[in-house]
């Protein structure tokens, strides 16, 4: 049995996803950040499953459909809610301040 090697573009991608994954657990909009790499690797392995041929296609048309129905359950692991964004569309504190002035007025 071969060994699988790994060129250093490869390396690098995956050591880049575990930075971003990993420190996401520490504060509010982390389940963005997850649901947005998941996205990202739900949406390449479908363009991977499309353009490549022979046995890689089987296997990412495989890891697609796997993808797929691990992500239909009762809540989508693939959507970023973005509920760290305030409803008014303002992504500033102070424009939050002075929308609530103006509310009070």
């Known amino acids: 049995m071969r060994i699988p090697r ?18 996401s657990f520490g504060y509010g909009a ?5 649901a947005c790499l998941l996205l990202m690797v739900f ?9 490549l041929t022979g046995r890689q296609r089987a296997f990412w048309t495989g890891f697609f ?3 797929l129905l ?6 989508p692991n693939y959507i970023p809610e973005l509920v760290w964004l305030p409803p008014n569309g303002y992504a500033t504190e102070i424009g939050i301040v002075l929308v ?3 509310l009070e007025l």
Do not use: C, H
Not at 8 to 22: D, N, Q, R
């Open 43 to 51: 949406v390449g392995s479908a363009l991977a499953a499309m353009y």
């Open 100 to 102: 609530q002035r103006e």
């Open 65 to 67: 459909a796997v993808m």
């Open 6 to 23: 790994f060129n250093l573009k490869v390396l690098l991608i995956f050591v880049a996803v575990i930075a971003a994954w990993l420190p």
């Open 30 to 34: 982390g389940r963005d950040v997850r």
């Open 70 to 75: 691990a992500g239909t359950g009762v809540t």
